[in-house]
């Protein structure tokens, strides 16, 4: 009798030890993976326990990969070896660091107070603001605001989710590239009330030429040209953007 619970307590000791290791190995290689990304490295307490918010995803029909936090400003202190967290300034959104990294699962967070401001479907009711990000001149989560009206906001979302981009413009000789590719912006449209939290179009992107005209593209084709007011907006904001960051 005592031989088998010496071998239990010896499997126990294994199992713990072999739980504890892969959580080690887990956060270190999510630690590697945020310093990489260039993540804020400073740590928080949340002024609400995590329990307190509530999935974003689990509240929207909006297809989860679309969704993104804004202004990612420190880690959060949580007690979880499998799993790191970032928020935002405000702590209004909280993210899993494997949503983050590669959107290979995770979730994003709100607080429960805020739940009913999550849009359940792609609707220009509930959005306050468009921004642009280009990954190679600035974090994903530090994009560029763009000050539009709303109905400008509209219509551009409107193109993006409401319409049928069936036709293709021709391509302008004067079209700026990256990499020998279209060099493309990311949109995304930040919830009102919550702008922190965005979702964009996986579908659609923005381009532009050396003359400062701006187009809807899939990556290869041009599908709408925006008009003059809304691209000149664009231009310089991304203007004034990229000379910040040079």
Not at 28 to 51: M, Q, Y
Not at 70 to 96: I, R
Not at 182 to 191: A, E, L
Request: glycine content about 4%; aromatic content about 10%; hydrophobic content about 40%.
């Amino acid at each position: 009798m005592k031989k088998k619970i010496i071998v239990f307590i010896c499997l126990i000791v294994i199992i713990c030890g072999l739980v504890c290791l892969s959580a080690w190995r887990t956060s270190n290689g999510n630690k590697k993976a945020a310093r990489v990304r260039d993540f804020p490295s400073n740590t928080i307490e949340l002024k609400e326990p995590l329990r307190d918010y509530v999935s974003v995803t689990a509240r929207s029909n909006i297809e989860w990969l679309s969704w993104g936090p804004v202004d990612l400003a420190a880690q959060v202190k949580e007690n979880n070896p499998f799993q790191d967290y970032w928020t935002c300034a405000d702590e209004s959104v909280v993210v899993e660091l494997d949503y983050l990294i590669a959107k290979r699962g995770g979730q994003i967070f709100v607080r429960s107070g805020d739940a009913d401001k999550i849009p359940k479907e792609y609707s220009s009711d509930k959005i306050s603001v468009m921004s642009v990000y280009n990954y190679n001149d600035s974090p994903w989560f530090k994009p560029v605001f763009i000050d539009l009206t709303p109905q400008e906001l509209q219509w551009i979302h409107r193109i993006l989710f409401d319409e049928e981009l069936n036709k293709s413009l021709e391509r302008p000789e004067n079209i700026i590239l990256e990499n020998e590719r279209i060099k493309q912006w990311d949109i995304s449209f930040h919830v009102k009330d919550l702008e922190n939290l965005c979702y964009q179009s996986n579908t659609y992107t923005l381009c532009h030429t050396t003359d400062g005209r701006w187009f809807v593209t899939n990556g290869y084709h041009m599908l709408a040209e925006l008009p003059v007011e809304v691209a000149t907006k664009i231009e310089k904001a991304v203007t004034l953007h990229s000379s910040e960051q040079s």
